[in-house]
């Protein structure tokens, strides 16, 4: 459940920290893209952590995170980094 998280962290502590008793983690086993602005294409994520919250989720990808929806189909959609503190990122839910 914890496994790949930053040094530290915790599924527990993920929903401490964004005050979402449900947030979890998501299989890695789905599309992730994040919008580029003024782009009509997405441009592919290799993420290695997918945490979904209550509406929304945060997919790791190049060490920086990144904030997005999952899609009806199961992708995920980013449309901005928070950069590579998952508590900074977490702040901005």
Do not use: K
């Amino acid at each position: 459940m914890n496994e790949g998280l930053p040094d530290g962290w915790t599924i527990e502590r993920v929903r401490s920290a964004s005050q979402d008793p449900q947030a979890a983690r998501l299989s890695l086993e789905r599309l992730v893209v994040v919008e580029e602005h003024d782009l009509a294409d997405y441009t592919l994520l290799h993420s290695d952590v997918i945490l979904s919250f209550t509406g929304i989720c945060l997919a790791r990808a190049g060490g920086d995170w990144f904030m997005g929806e999952v899609d009806t189909d199961g992708s995920v959609i980013c449309w901005a980094s928070y950069g590579p503190d998952l508590g900074e990122a977490i702040r901005g839910l």
